[in-house]
DNA sequence: CGGCCTTTGTGAAGGAAGGCACAAAGCGAG
DNA sequence: CTCGCTTTGTGCCTTCCTTCACAAAGGCCG
């Protein structure tokens, strides 16, 4: 109590709860332990010490006390981390407390399957808006919400506030429609596309590539092949 | 050419080439160039200075330099990379320039794109198998191919010689068909299910989330919220 | 052939992230 | 109340990545 009364305002683990100063590999990483608390919930486990939660976000125990003590004080020595406490302080600095309004613009088959994805309504990411370029495609319903034509995608990011896109597209398109996102006021997009996007400053751009990470997986494999050769040739030679 | 001949096996730049030592960060970078090289091929290029090529690929010169100095000198000063040489070497360590057999297990809607997507095939992916546990997926003709059960899982990477596995399932089933893959030999997994897999040592996984992105954007979106509303109420004291 | 101009390749410095190890802090038993 | 056990929070060190700045190297022109 008395070290309690002793904190002042300028205490450095109060103040990290305040201010934003959250390294960027941290941020990447506070969505997994929020997936893996929410999964504790369910299970009703109250508190979890973090050798656990970092076994069930895939990290090592060091790293994710480091990344939460960016978060402040929320845990118990000697107990753990409460888990209802835990997922609502990292769903409040991530933004998830509020509701997001998004759109996606190209439905094709990815585009489909983004507006079904259930872990974006969980995460306050609501669809307003699907918008296609395609006529064959504009009046079909899809996760529930009818197809608009792309022309009325100004009119759908004012009506909704939307700051935050999709990008689904093919890649010839992909930056035409960028650019009517940011005009009308989208700050923040994440793009399928596979293409590099030019934004001006103070708009976000994340990029996903499916096949980015397919080829990440050749390079290692194509290694781990060079090692098995190679050790085949040394057990032929030893023998 | 006395340079060259005085060059002996050890150089560290030709060894470069061989020994593979070359940075996780620069390894996830390569594909981006490779991209950015094609579409340089396409438009009809023959050579490319390192600050044109870097804003195609969205990072700085210096990085991009270094980024291909890992793999050997295929630069030439004062002139720039020969577009169709510097592809051929980041595909050739890339592990691109042979054929990868894949399979995709789960053919939902992102199983779907993820079987139509031309950046696969491409890059020598050839998918040699589409899964599904669903009965009512089975026998449907997706991107050409029919979709076979789950059963067949073992019998497919056998067959094929297998060593990717994309995993597009729902959560639920990830980590058992994840198993699976593994016990048939598959070495390299792409997961889009959010879940944590746990697999063997010798075996690597590459996750895709699709919500993660998202909400690393709510998070800097937050952010810049904010910001506006101090700048707000900063200009109303100033008034 | 020689000087100039362009562009690469790279050492060195700066910064971010990861891992170790331990002191501080809480809980519960006795 | 005290002792001991458990677990957090964090300072320090190491490693990896990025950026800067410049020497070395090649082409071009006179």
Redesign the pocket.
Known sequence: MT?DRNRGVDD??RLRGIVRDI????VARLPVYLRALHELAERRVGTV???VLARAAGV????L??D??CLG?????????DVATLAEQIARQLGLTQDWPVVIVGVGKLGQALANYAGFADRGFRVVGLLDADPARVGQIVAGSVVRPATELERVVAEHGVCIGVLATPAGSAQRMCDRLVAAGVSSILNFAPVVLSVPDGVDVRKVDLSLELQILAFHEQRKDAVRRAAGVLGAMRA
Chains 1, 2 share one sequence.
């Not at 090592?60 to 790293?63: L, Q, Y």
């Not at 004080?73 to 981390?81: I, Q």
Request: glycine share 12%; charged share 15%; aromatic share 8%.
């Open positions: 070290q450095p683990a390294p960027q590999a941290t010490a973090s050798q090592s125990p060091a790293k006390r480091k939460l003590s004080s929320y845990g118990t020595r000697g107990v753990g981390y």
